[in-house]
Structures are given as structure tokens and as C-alpha cells.
DNA sequence: GCGACAG
DNA sequence: ATCTTGTCGC
């Protein structure tokens, strides 16, 4: 699935000029292909040390049942640096991918698509490496601008960069900030758009998404998350 | 030079 | 992102 690689660790001005030259062959068009499973993708990294964990989770549509989860943990070896996150947490991404036992046909990432100054962020990066459609769903802004949306789930407005519409900002939840969602690859953002309605059921990020954050997280594998578990150790 | 800055 | 318990609001 993943064939040959560029490093990445990489000096600053390589890193930016790899994601300049990479941004050409990033399609911002629908593909057609019939979606059955969908990826949520998140990475956590320690604080302290520079261990962290990938979470791939993988959902069918549209019954939205976790059909498989990919977990690696290791080393990031970058540190973050805003408009480089691709470079920290692609390296923990990619072996969590290689372990799948399956093959998801759309990829939602935790992080901006062509919402980047250089229009390749994590969710294009990664896009481009498995060669198929991705969407970016990050939390917060990287760059670009945008008026004040409605409160009403649905409601957003366009984010604006070089007079350039890189993105959405989307209200997935009331009374929460928005979410950003841009085009990673192989899709338009009119479709990303769509697929991240059509993934919410009730919460702030799209379904995979949040159940990839979720195990992204959990330290230690099982369903118990660390509330409950130390509630239990508090008996 | 100053402020901004995904996770 | 992470450090962290309870608590206020849609």
C-alpha cells in the first residue's frame, strides 16, 4: 500500500520545499469511488518524552461500525513546528497504516488538508502517500481568514487565504467552536463538506475522527478509558 | 521587527 | 498536543 517514501526528517527549507513541490499533485476534484469503509486518523504525543501513538480507526458507511483499528506507538523524532506537523506525525501514521487489514477508501485526518500556507497539510501529505481521497478536519485555524458563522449545525463560511477558498469552517455542534475542513486529496470540499455532515452524530468532529482521537489517547488497550478506570481503582 | 502559528 | 476535577451551560 505504501511504497517507496521521501524522508522526514528533514532540515526546515526541505521540509518546505518538499511540501511546495508535493502541493502540485494535489487533486482538489471528486474521484469517483463507491465508499464502504472510512478512516478516522489521530496522533498523541507525550509531553515529557517524545513517545507517542497513532490511531487508525476504521468505520463502515453507513452503518458507522468500527470494522477495524490500527494502533503504533513509537518516537517522534520532530518537534512540532506549526505548518511541519506532517513531518512529527506522518512517521507514527504511516506503520499504524501498514498494519491494516483492510483498505479504506476515504481518509479523514485530524489536522488541516490544503488549509496550509503552502496547501499541504498532514491530511493532502497523507492523501498523497496512499494515493487516495482525504479530507482535513482540524480543530483550529493554521491559516487563512473568515467571518462569523451561524449557530445552527450545517452552518459555516468560507476560509479564505490569497483569495483562494482553501476550506470550510463548519459549526458541527451547537454551542462548540467550529470545526476547519478542507480538501486533503482526490476530493472537492464541497464533498468533504458532505461527508462530515453525513459522519456527525452528535459530537464536534466526524465520527472516525473522534473515535480515532479516543484510542489515540487510551492508555491502555480495552474499553476502559481513565475515568472509569480510576474509579474502579478508588473501590 | 512584530505577531500568528494544525497538533 | 499535554497538565487535570469538578462544574456550568446547551
Redesign the pocket.
Given at each position: 500500500m505504501i511504497s517507496e517514501l521521501h524522508p522526514f526528517e528533514l532540515s526546515y527549507s526541505s521540509a518546505v520545499k518538499l511540501q511546495t513541490d508535493l502541493a502540485s499533485s494535489i487533486v482538489c476534484a471528486d474521484t469517483p469511488v463507491e465508499v464502504k469503509l472510512i478512516a478516522g486518523i489521530?496522533?498523541?504525543?507525550?509531553?515529557q518524552g517524545s513517545t507517542g501513538r497513532s490511531a487508525v480507526v476504521v468505520m463502515s458507511y453507513p452503518s458507522l461500525e468500527i470494522v477495524a483499528e490500527s494502533i503504533h506507538e513509537g518516537t517522534a523524532t520532530m518537534p512540532?513546528i506549526?505548518?511541519?506537523?506532517?513531518f512529527r506525525?506522518l512517521p507514527l501514521i504511516l506503520p499504524a497504516l501498514e498494519k491494516l487489514d483492510v483498505e479504506p477508501d476515504l481518509f479523514m485526518v485530524?489536522?488541516?488538508g490544503i488549509a496550509?500556507p503552502r496547501r499541504?497539510?498532514?491530511?493532502s501529505?497523507l492523501g498523497l502517500i496512499v494515493g487516495k481521497p482525504s479530507i482535513?478536519c482540524?480543530?483550529?485555524?493554521?491559516?487563512g481568514e473568515h467571518q462569523e458563522l451561524g449557530p445552527d449545525i450545517g452552518n459555516g463560511c468560507a476560509l479564505t487565504d490569497r483569495k483562494e477558498i482553501i476550506g470550510r469552517v463548519l459549526r458541527t455542534r451547537?454551542?462548540t467552536k467550529p470545526i476547519?475542513v478542507s480538501v486533503g486529496h482526490m476530493i472537492s470540499l464541497e464533498t468533504a463538506v458532505d461527508w462530515v455532515l453525513k459522519l456527525n452524530i452528535g459530537y464536534r468532529l466526524p465520527e472516525p475522527v473522534r473515535q480515532a482521537?479516543l484510542a489515540?489517547?487510551r492508555k491502555t488497550a480495552g474499553v476502559y478509558g481513565n475515568h472509569s478506570r480510576s474509579k474502579i481503582l478508588e473501590r
Open positions: 489521530d496522533v498523541s504525543v507525550g509531553r512540532y506549526p505548518g511541519l506537523l506532517s506525525e485530524d489536522g488541516q496550509h499541504l497539510g498532514i491530511a501529505h482535513g482540524a480543530k483550529s485555524r493554521l491559516c451547537a454551542g476547519f482521537h489515540a489517547g
